[in-house]
T-cell receptor, first 114, second 115 residues
Framework: NAGVTQTPKFQVLKTGQSMTLQCAQD?????MSWYRQDPGMGLRLIHY???????DQGEVPNGYNVSRSTTEDFPLRLLSAAPSQTSVYFC?????????????FGPGTRLTVL | AQSVSQHNHHVILSEAASLELGCNYS??????LFWYVQYPGQHLQLLLK??????LVKGIKGFEAEFIKSKFSFNLRKPSVQWSDTAEYFC?????????????FGGGTRVLVKP
């Protein structure tokens, strides 16, 4: 199993550009989520999904869209990039949607918005 | 809403020293607690977790954590650290369906172990 994979690893955007961060898992996990990591703030939940076709907002959803058309993929779209979205983005998945399930994290995407 | 506080932002210690990282959460109901570690340049990995039962839980690499319900705390400990324990450590809480099954992280503690 490759686990949770993310592409790209690094990305530089100009303000106003749009892009999609890719996330895939090959473990048949139900739950997938996106976090952003900023210094001193830990990880904050952007969006999450409890299964194909079902998504919901997390703590900091503004400026981001997600969809879950398949169990494996959970892309994160930046509609119009802003410097405040400069961050490291992590995708995670867990086998079920229970609160005791361990989340497995991808390697991250480092995004810089100029 | 649930929240998690890690009071130490940076910790520097020498090899063989003991480590204790504080974690406090705010939520009045039942919680599930996690410690994750992020080694330099790597993604987050689970160190240990607590759901119920014995409040002293043991994880990988010699780490353990103690859940003290009355203090809303879940402190991480290691009796003798190694240089390879240099990393950032995150405490996280999941308060279950009542809080949307969301994992809330603390701000992290950067640990530097000097050889």
């Amino acid at each position: 199993n490759a686990g949770v994979t993310q592409t790209p690893k690094f990305q530089v955007l100009k303000t106003g550009q749009s892009m999609t961060l890719q996330c895939a898992q090959d473990m048949n996990h139900e739950y997938m989520s996106w976090y952003r990591q900023d210094p001193g703030m830990g990880l904050r939940l952007i969006h999450y999904s409890v299964g194909a076709g079902i998504t919901d907002q997390g703590e900091v959803p503004n400026g981001y869209n997600v969809s879950r058309s398949t169990t494996e993929d959970f892309p994160l779209r930046l509609l119009s990039a802003a410097p405040s979205q400069t961050s490291v983005y992590f995708c995670a998945s867990s086998p079920g949607v229970g609160s005791t399930d361990t989340q497995y994290f991808g390697p991250g995407t480092r995004l810089t918005v100029l | 809403a649930q929240s998690v506080s890690q009071h130490n932002h940076h910790v520097i210690l020498s090899e063989a020293a003991s480590l204790e990282l504080g974690c406090n959460y705010s939520y009045g109901g039942t919680v599930n607690l996690f410690w994750y570690v992020q080694y330099p340049g790597q993604h987050l990995q689970l160190l240990l977790k607590y759901f119920s039962g014995d409040p002293l839980v043991k994880g990988i690499k010699g780490f353990e954590a103690e859940f003290i319900k009355s203090k809303f705390s879940f402190n991480l400990r290691k009796p003798s650290v190694q240089w390879s324990d240099t990393a950032e450590y995150f405490c996280a809480v999941n308060a279950g369906r009542a809080a949307g099954n969301k994992l809330t992280f603390g701000g992290g503690t950067r640990v530097l172990v000097k050889p």
